[in-house]
Structure formats: C-alpha cells, structure tokens
C-alpha cells in the first residue's frame, strides 16, 4: 500500500490545496462588446461620461471614415468627428431611443456638419476669388492669404455702396464664419433671402472692384 506521501508526489497537490484562481476582470472593451446598439444609446442619453465614452468607441470610427471619404483629410475627418460627438452630447435629450437608429442619427448629424465643412471652403474660396481682383500690396503691406484678403476688402469705401442686407450676411458670414442656415437664424430672414443677399452681395462686390480697377485701404 503506497504511503500518503509517495499518493501526493504521484498525484500532485490536491485541488484544495491550490489558491482559487483569479478571475480576469474584462477591459471596458469587452464589456461594451456585449451590449446592444440600444444599451449604449441609453447610457449615452444618460448623461453618463461611461455612456459617452462607449459611443465614442463604438460609433467614432464610422463617423471619421464617413467625413474623410466626404473631405478627403484625415486631421478635417478627426475634427468634424470631435464636433459630431459634442454636437450630439449637447443634443442627447431630443434623440429618442428606439425611434430611428443611433448610429443613424450620428451620420445625421455628420452630414450636417460635412455640409457646414464644404461650405466653409466654398466660402474660402470666394475670397481667393476676390484676392485675383485686389491690386498686388504696396509697400508695408503683408502678402495675400486668404484669411485677410476679407479684412481689406471689407474695410474699402466699395463695400459701403452694397446694400445694407449684403453687407450685414457677407461680414455674418466671412467675419463670424456662420453658415448660411445659421445667418437666417440670427438674422430671422428666410434661408433663400440669406443666399439671395450673399449671391448678389459677391456679385456686386466683384464688379465694383473690377469697374475701378483697385479697392484703396486706409492708412
């Protein structure tokens, strides 16, 4: 008959003898992964920084491709990524779970802001535009970007002779970078009459420049 100590050195130590193993506590990661679209909807409509941070992992990579395939840069795609989150965060009470999505409401709110990105170029390129028209710099002057191109011409007597509505949508738009849904807004004017006096605002301002051939600064 084998002694006790020749069974333990054959059969090893007995289970009990063993501390209990233990249990891996999983990442946030991996929790998230059991929870429905729905679960984390509603822990973002919760108010919670948890809820915030899961719909940030969960959804933030289809909102940046969405806005680099719409922008064609990776930084403007990380951008207008930042803003969809905070624009949806500051909106999280009117989305109602269960009715529509949750990630269709973020790609919702993406393309408005894809849309606001695109129309702020557009914007930019109007004044590149203006740029063409504007004399070369005298001396003392800083060299053209488009940034300050506005700064001059907004500043010249040709600018006085728009109407008072175009003057008041162009300096909304190119001073205070509104969109031009957000200029009907401040302004209580019907979106077709903000694009109307932005239109015809540019128009005119082109042709005054190029009917006197230079737009003279003060000082």
């Known amino acids: 008959?084998?002694?006790?100590?020749?069974?333990?050195?054959?059969?090893?130590?007995?289970?009990?003898?063993?501390?209990?193993?233990?249990?891996?506590?999983?990442?946030?990661?991996?929790?998230?992964?059991?929870?429905?679209?729905?679960?984390?909807?509603r822990g973002f409509v919760s108010g919670g920084e948890d809820g915030l941070a899961a719909a940030f992992r969960?959804?933030?990579?289809?909102?940046?491709?969405?806005?680099?395939?719409?922008?064609?840069?990776a930084r403007e795609a990380e951008d207008i990524t930042q803003q969809v989150f905070l624009a949806a965060w500051r909106a999280r009470?009117?989305?109602?779970?269960?009715?529509g999505t949750f990630p269709g409401?973020?790609?919702?709110?993406?393309r408005h802001k894809?849309?606001?990105?695109?129309?702020?170029?557009t914007r930019r390129a109007d004044l590149v535009t203006l740029a063409a028209t504007v004399p070369p710099a005298r001396e003392n002057r800083r060299a053209d970007h488009p940034e300050s191109v506005l700064d001059r011409?907004?500043?010249?007597?040709?600018?006085?002779?728009?109407?008072?509505?175009?003057?008041r949508v162009l300096r909304l738009a190119f001073y205070d970078d509104l969109t031009q849904p957000q200029i009907a807004v401040?302004?209580?004017?019907?979106?077709?009459t903000v694009k109307s006096h932005a239109r015809r605002g540019l128009e005119q301002l082109r042709r005054q420049l190029r009917e006197s051939g230079a737009a003279e600064t003060p000082g």
């Open 1 to 41: 008959m084998p002694s006790t100590h020749s069974a333990r050195r054959t059969l090893g130590p007995r289970v009990a003898d063993q501390p209990p193993a233990r249990p891996r506590r999983a990442g946030p990661e991996q929790a998230e992964a059991q929870l429905s679209d729905e679960d984390i909807a």
């Open 58 to 73: 969960r959804w933030g990579p289809l909102v940046h491709a969405q806005s680099r395939r719409a922008l064609g840069d």
């Open 93 to 99: 009470t009117t989305y109602a779970v269960g009715r």
């Open 105 to 110: 409401w973020l790609v919702g709110i993406t």
């Open 114 to 121: 894809i849309a606001d990105a695109l129309a702020a170029r």
């Open 153 to 167: 011409v907004m500043i010249s007597h040709e600018v006085s002779r728009l109407s008072p509505a175009q003057r």
């Open 186 to 192: 401040v302004t209580g004017w019907p979106l077709g």
